[in-house]
């Protein structure tokens, strides 16, 4: 049975390549290699007007965030503005100190109120599974947390934990944590989620950054300010809430889960 240490850094927007450096500098002084998130879009957010400006910023802190995680040892993931073709994408990657830096997927459901769709192509991927040290990870996005039939898609490669990362406001709390507790109960699996705090394009966000458990229980819960917090995965807790019972499919539907073309 593994046990890993999985860990979020809440931080505001940064607008600023070089302001990524004290949180990295924080995850240095840590002693146990960890699985560290960022918030969504974490450098620029939701600035449209300078997408293009962000873009080329995204690629500096791909550099920096690709060779602290080979010469550290942890692992780093986020979003980040991403050019394709001459469309942009907000895409989650992965920054590993063995296979390099890793494109998961790219955002699928945009959020319409906040005029995503008008600058952001949807991804035409799901998200890719990644494995570390036996423990399987799904992965979502934000506005993508209101749709169980992404995280059910992802059953096919048995996830113990899905990483979610957002820009989720204030105004919406109770809907962030309840979300997130549905998430993990109805998948009998760890969530992870690292959400943006401060002052943002789109408003206040809500921070309260968390891992909770299969069972529902909130290991750790960050407030609205800054921070980071880490703590370790029990593999031995899912397999024993799944002997109790596994209720991710039920025996009474066949429901086939595919992407619409």
Same mark, same amino acid.
């Given at each position: 049975m593994k046990s890993l240490n999985f860990g979020v850094c809440q931080c505001p927007v940064l607008s600023k390549v070089e302001d990524i450096d004290p949180w990295l500098e924080k995850i240095s002084e840590?002693?146990?290699?960890?699985?560290?998130?960022?918030?969504?879009l974490f450098l620029g957010g939701f600035d449209y007007e300078k997408k293009d400006i962000w873009v080329e910023k995204c690629l500096e802190v791909k550099e920096i965030m690709n060779s602290f995680a080979r010469e550290s040892g942890n692992i780093l993931a986020g979003t980040l503005w991403q050019k394709k073709d001459g469309k942009y994408y907000n895409?989650?990657?992965?920054?590993?100190?063995?296979?390099?830096?890793?494109?998961v997927y790219s955002k699928i459901h945009l959020f319409l109120p906040g005029k995503e769709n008008d600058y952001f192509t949807a991804g035409?991927?799901?998200?890719?599974?990644?494995?570390w040290d036996e423990i399987r990870m799904g992965f979502a996005i934000c506005h993508d947390l209101r749709y169980p039939e992404l995280? %059910?898609?992802?059953?096919?490669?048995?996830?113990?934990?899905?990483? /979610?990362? $957002?820009q989720w406001p204030l105004a919406r709390i109770e809907h962030w944590l309840? %979300?997130?507790?549905?998430?993990?109960?109805?998948?009998?699996?760890? /969530?992870? $989620?690292?959400n943006g705090m401060g002052n943002s394009a789109l408003g206040r966000l809500a921070g309260h950054s968390c891992l909770i458990t299969s069972?529902?229980?909130?290991?750790f819960i960050l407030s609205e300010e800054p921070g980071m917090k880490k703590a370790r995965l029990e593999e031995k807790v899912i397999i024993e809430d799944r002997k109790m019972f596994d209720s991710r499919r039920s025996p009474f539907f066949d429901l086939a889960f595919k992407r619409r073309q």
């Amino acid at each position: 049975m593994k046990s890993l240490n999985f860990g979020v850094c809440q931080c505001p927007v940064l607008s600023k390549v070089e302001d990524i450096d004290p949180w990295l500098e924080k995850i240095s002084e840590e002693q146990e290699k960890c699985f560290w998130v960022f918030p969504e879009l974490f450098l620029g957010g939701f600035d449209y007007e300078k997408k293009d400006i962000w873009v080329e910023k995204c690629l500096e802190v791909k550099e920096i965030m690709n060779s602290f995680a080979r010469e550290s040892g942890n692992i780093l993931a986020g979003t980040l503005w991403q050019k394709k073709d001459g469309k942009y994408y907000n895409t989650f990657y992965l920054f590993t100190p063995d296979q390099g830096t890793l494109e998961v997927y790219s955002k699928i459901h945009l959020f319409l109120p906040g005029k995503e769709n008008d600058y952001f192509t949807a991804g035409e991927n799901t998200p890719e599974a990644y494995r570390w040290d036996e423990i399987r990870m799904g992965f979502a996005i934000c506005h993508d947390l209101r749709y169980p039939e992404l995280f %059910l898609y992802q059953h096919s490669s048995e996830p113990d934990i899905f990483i /979610v990362n $957002a820009q989720w406001p204030l105004a919406r709390i109770e809907h962030w944590l309840t %979300l997130l507790k549905a998430r993990a109960i109805e998948n009998q699996c760890y /969530v992870l $989620a690292c959400n943006g705090m401060g002052n943002s394009a789109l408003g206040r966000l809500a921070g309260h950054s968390c891992l909770i458990t299969s069972w529902g229980k909130s290991v750790f819960i960050l407030s609205e300010e800054p921070g980071m917090k880490k703590a370790r995965l029990e593999e031995k807790v899912i397999i024993e809430d799944r002997k109790m019972f596994d209720s991710r499919r039920s025996p009474f539907f066949d429901l086939a889960f595919k992407r619409r073309q």
